[in-house]
């Protein structure tokens, strides 16, 4: 089945600094990768996506990467914010079968120091 | 309406005692799940059902009972809990074709004494 790593498992900035989250997966079929942001008290939140056949998506602060070839791909949050402070989970899933499940990182939390 | 919601927040509860959790979806989602989420840990897959049919069981013990009334509604029995099983329950629901996109309810913490 698919593995997904996840690095760091914390990590600490100053607000405005940028964040990297960094996931690789084991699965070569895997196609679909969402990020999901916990915050505290809350359930997971998808924020931002990407597809197989992308290599870059952007939504505003954040933004993902693929390397398909390299099985890894990561979330940027530029100028961050205290409310990006949180656990961001990355996951892989080989979308499109039916019975396949997400398979979640180990997750990174967030800290963005004021 | 893009909420999942769940009942009760919070529960603590006894070793003999038997309870339930609930989630109640209006997306019009017909996949809903059921997640274990340990402190400092990933959200885990327990159950999902597809079509308000059970089509995915991890291996979970049987003093968690899964049941899915209707395509909007979710619950969780609980009888005779071990204090291992105290954790966040997470319900979640998508479309059925779409099952890495999930939306999450807030959880319900669960205390077992």
């Known amino acids: 089945g698919e593995n997904v790593e996840q690095h760091p498992s914390t990590l600490s900035v100053q607000e405005g600094d940028s964040a990297v989250i960094k996931c690789t997966y084991s699965?070569?079929?895997?196609?679909?990768f969402p990020w999901y942001k916990q915050e505290l008290g809350k359930g997971p939140q998808l924020i931002i996506d990407?597809?197989?056949?992308?290599g870059e998506k952007k939504d505003q602060r954040i933004a993902v990467t693929l390397n398909k070839t390299a099985k890894h791909f990561s979330l940027h949050i530029t100028e961050t914010q205290p409310e990006d402070s949180a656990v961001y989970f990355c996951?892989?899933?080989?979308?499109?079968?039916?019975?396949?499940?997400?398979?979640f990182g180990g997750g990174t939390r967030l800290m963005v120091k004021p | 309406d893009t909420e999942v919601t769940q009942t009760p927040k919070h529960l603590v509860m006894g070793m003999t005692n038997k309870k339930s959790l609930k989630c109640e979806q209006h997306m019009g989602h017909r996949a809903m799940y059921w997640y274990k989420q340990k402190a400092k840990k990933p959200p885990e897959l327990m159950f999902v059902?597809?079509?308000?049919?059970?089509?995915i069981n991890e291996s979970v013990p049987s003093r968690f009972s899964p049941e899915c009334p209707n395509s909007s509604l979710l619950n969780l029995h609980l009888h005779a809990l071990q204090p291992e099983d105290s954790a966040l329950y997470l319900c979640?629901?998508?479309?059925?074709?779409?099952?890495?996109?999930?939306?999450f309810g807030e959880g319900s913490r669960l205390t077992v004494l």
């Open positions: 699965d070569s079929a895997s196609n679909y």
């Open positions: 059902y597809s079509y308000e049919k059970l089509s």
């Open positions: 990407i597809r197989s056949n992308v």
């Open positions: 979640a629901s998508s479309q059925v074709s779409r099952t890495g996109e999930l939306f």
């Open positions: 996951a892989a899933i080989r979308a499109g079968d039916a019975g396949n499940m997400l398979t």
